[in-house]
């Protein structure tokens, strides 16, 4: 394994903070781990900080992440809040779009204030 997530619980959320090298293999694995996580301790709103470090994914590949884990996480989260501090380009945008075509309700932030903001202030009544 070649990346390493931190959970730090929050009242309302869970914060995830993903470290390593950025691979499809490790997208997928530490969104499974998010997943558990969540559903372990209740948790139907995460904040996603990932730190990974390497050449960006494609849009294929970012497709197939974002639709899988669409699948998997529904019913189970009302809403993620999701930074890459090494994003490029507008691909994380397309990976929100893609989120949000699944019915996954995914935000992208540039700073966790920000995704922290709109966790926090987000209708706790959304199904």
Wanted: glycine fraction near 6%; proline fraction near 4%; include cysteine.
């Amino acid at each position: 394994m070649t990346y390493e997530v931190s959970f730090h619980q929050k009242p309302t959320y869970l914060h995830a903070v993903v470290t390593g090298r950025n691979s499809k293999e490790n997208v997928i694995r530490y969104l499974e781990d998010v997943l558990r996580e969540c559903s372990s301790h209740g948790y139907h709103r995460v904040l996603i900080e990932e730190r990974l470090e390497g050449p960006r994914l494609g849009t294929l590949d970012i497709y197939t992440i974002v639709s899988r884990a669409a699948g998997q996480a529904s019913g189970l989260l009302r809403a993620v809040a999701y930074v890459d501090v090494n994003s490029e380009g507008s691909l994380m945008r397309f990976a929100e779009t893609v989120a949000l075509n699944r019915a996954l309700p995914v935000a992208v932030f540039s700073s966790v204030a920000d995704a922290e903001g709109w966790l926090l202030a987000a209708d706790p009544r959304i199904p």
